[in-house]
């Protein structure tokens, strides 16, 4: 045998141990997928998410199937080998996809929303986009961010993230009994089984305890990896079961994934046990195997078009939210334009992407893995040259194009900062104001704003980004009290981040005129009496930090005996009553009014006047609404009956306690319209928040209420 059959017999012992076609895996696929798709684009099924918990479990089933029948047959796993495989799989259209997403994002987007792409980008590059949206989904500053083009890269970091455990894993425990191959699998079982349970208890304590970490946390999703990989390892024992219980296995399966897309809608707890139902059916349709009459040999998944869009899954889960996203912001969401680019632009680029790149990259020989010493023939060389030009330059260009949009692209083409100290006194009255809002309304073009819209961010209030003076503990309270230490006057400001948002103008009315300001302000703690949650869905958990922060300051309260005490809340708030009603029953806004009003009550007796100062109403969502092509009515909206109902419930319930109420609409809107801009001043950094520019200009007319 020449040393070249040698090197090609070592090479063939390098390729993957293929495994037989499944019709019903690749049909699986296409419902996995569609189902994401039209959850994103249409809204519909409100389940539809949990088609990535599918993909999940079809995941570890395939892998770890690959990995123990390379193991079995060849006595070891090829590492090298693995990782090229899963390279040349999801690479080259996961690099082409993130540099087209970014080309068309510097085409629309502006300012903070362009720069956040470009950050998504690098977490997305480096298989951390999970840990990137799960910090960004526990920051209160982000609350307002705009949905993401690349959100969904999520889940293949996770999946990535395991497959660096688990084939180091199989490698282990397949050298350890390499004499007795057939021991491999009950080996891996002893080991994948705990690991799951332990996954999913841990799942259970992190949906409880920190759910927006919990959804995108890869040991607390691991388990449904692990399922899928349960199913492979105990393949040969399921294969014998009776033909009609894996026939019912089969379409039971499908039936229950068909059923969680429509049962699972956002409001339960997800993953939590809410996952068992979609990871649990897809595992029974996997474990029927093709069976003859089930899913996978039938028209149900085995139709020509459902296993030809499973083939292109992949491909078309990775376009179809940066097609719907920027749609949306080109086009405006719910138009029929952007109903058309949304569906039919991830469809054509997904076959083109699958066919073009995906699958020549995937099949091209010159990329498999060769021994040391091992040179191509011209004749292997000439059938690959080009893809893999084609493939190189795509990567070249992704990352010049991302260098190059980074360096060049993260700014507004309108904006400017201009530093307003605390004390400086607002220059509107309001007849002045209401022409400015009006004029507001009527503008055709942006101008230069201040501050500028690619530092949004940065224009929250320093009360709170920079004092951190959002969520007031007894032991900080004396951090987050502004004006002189011998203040004649004291006043306290209560509520929840709306609350703080006012901190700017109630300093610059009261601390010149000898009063001190104490902020005792918690995010999603607003003034009123009655227990309240961080959701708006139901069922809604109480936020117990919450109760205990009223407890608190009511002491502080009790102690300190303030002068004046000023209470702000959200309207949004409305809607996250423990023992409220759904989002939007008008039962909501009485019941709020009693809780108010026994917040009044329970500090009237320690305080000499009381004041209540309403929520501002919202806007367009500047990072959202702004684009290249926008116009200031694009970010324009009109008040929602909501706030018009929360008006009503806090002016009575501070008529009723003898306290003043601020009412604020003529600060924002004319005739229940709300521009997002006023004059040169954006209102709000994130569509309900207001910037501490803003703030400011409320100084002269906020006073006259304050100082009574």
């Known amino acids: 045998m020449t040393s070249r059959s040698r090197l090609l017999r070592r090479a063939r012992a390098s390729e993957p141990i293929r495994a037989s076609f499944r ?4 049909g699986l696929r296409a419902v996995a997928v569609l189902l994401v798709f039209l959850d994103h684009l249409v809204g519909a099924p409100r389940g539809g998410f949990i088609g990535v918990d599918v993909f999940f479990v079809l995941s570890g089933f395939l892998i770890t199937g690959l990995l123990v029948r390379e193991a079995e047959a060849r006595g070891r796993v090829s590492i090298e080998g693995f990782y090229v495989r899963r390279a040349r799989r999801i690479l080259p259209i996961a690099l082409l996809t993130l540099l087209l997403t970014n080309v068309v994002a510097h085409a629309v987007f502006v300012g903070v929303r362009l720069r956040d792409t470009l950050t998504d980008t690098w977490w997305s590059l480096g298989f951390l986009a999970n840990k990137h949206f799960a910090d960004l989904g526990t920051d209160y500053f982000s609350n307002g961010r705009p949905s993401s083009p690349l959100q969904h890269f999520w889940s293949l970091a996770v999946e990535e993230q395991f497959y660096v455990v688990w084939p180091l894993a199989v490698l282990l425990l397949a050298t350890l009994v390499r004499r007795h191959p057939h021991r491999l699998r009950w080996l891996l079982l002893t080991a994948l089984a705990p690991a799951a349970v332990a996954s999913f208890a841990w799942n259970l304590h992190l949906t409880a305890t920190e759910p927006t970490a919990a959804y995108f946390s890869t040991p607390g999703r691991a388990w449904e990896l692990a399922l899928g990989g349960l199913v492979a390892l105990l393949g040969r024992e399921l294969a014998g079961l009776p033909v009609g219980l894996r026939r019912a296995l089969s379409w039971t399966g499908l039936a229950g994934i068909a059923a969680s897309a429509f049962v699972i809608n956002g409001s339960q707890p997800f993953p939590g046990t809410a996952a068992l139902a979609p990871v649990v059916a897809t595992a029974a349709l996997v474990a029927a195997g093709d069976v003859r009459g089930g899913v996978g040999s039938t028209l149900a998944l085995g139709h020509p078009v459902a296993r030809y869009v499973g083939r292109i899954s992949y491909s078309l889960y990775l376009w179809h939210l940066p097609a719907i996203v920027l749609a949306g912001a080109y086009f405006g969401d719910g138009s029929a334009r952007f109903y058309l680019v949304g569906a039919g632009a991830p469809l054509v680029l997904a076959v083109l992407g699958h066919h073009l790149v995906e699958d020549p990259v995937r099949r091209s020989k010159l990329l498999e893995p060769r021994p040391f010493g091992y040179r191509r ?32 692209g993260a700014t507004a083409p309108q904006g400017e900062e201009t530093a307003v100290p605390v004390s400086a006194a607002a220059l509107v009255k309001p007849s002045a104001l209401r022409e400015r809002i009006m004029a507001s309304l009527a503008a055709t073009s942006w101008g230069r704003l201040s501050p500028g819209l690619d530092n949004l961010d940065a224009a929250v209030v320093p009360e709170w980004k920079q004092d951190s003076c959002i969520n007031v503990t007894v032991q900080r309270q004396r951090h987050c009290r502004y004006g002189s230490a011998t203040a004649p006057h004291l006043a306290f400001l209560v509520g929840d981040s709306y609350a703080v948002s006012y901190a700017p103008a109630i300093r610059a009315a009261l601390e010149p005129k000898g009063w001190a300001v104490q902020v005792l302000t918690m995010a999603n703690c607003p003034f009123q009496a009655l227990p309240t949650s961080k959701r708006q869905e139901l069922p809604r958990p109480p936020f117990k930090e919450c109760l205990q922060h009223r407890a608190e300051v009511l002491d502080l309260v009790k102690q300190q005996r303030p002068e ?26 009485p019941l709020w009014g009693r809780g108010v009003s026994q917040q009044l009550a ?27 092509t926008s116009k200031p009515s694009d970010c324009t909206t009109e008040v929602n009956p909501i706030w018009y109902a929360q008006r009503q419930a806090e002016q009575a319930a501070a008529t009723a306690n003898g306290a003043g109420y601020v009412d604020v609409l003529p600060w924002f809107c004319v005739d229940g319209r709300c521009p997002a801009v006023i004059g040169r001043t954006p209102v709000y950094w994130d569509g309900f928040h207001i910037t501490a520019a803003y703030s400011r200009t409320l100084t002269d007319l906020l006073a006259p209420s304050l100082r009574g």
């Open 602 to 628: 329970a500090y009237k007796r320690y305080v000499e006047r009381e004041v209540l100062i309403g929520s501002p109403p919202s806007s367009g969502n500047l990072q959202s609404c702004v684009t290249r």
């Open 564 to 589: 004046l005490l000023i209470g702000a809340s959200g309207w949004i708030e409305v809607n996250a009553l423990v023992d409220g009603f759904a989002p939007g029953d008008d039962r909501n806004e």
């Open 377 to 408: 023939s011209p004749v292997e060389w000439s059938g690959d040259r080009q893809r893999v030009l084609v493939a190189a330059t795509l990567v070249v260009t992704l990352v010049l194009a991302v260098a190059t949009l980074r360096v060049g």
């Open 23 to 26: 019709a019903d895996i690749e």
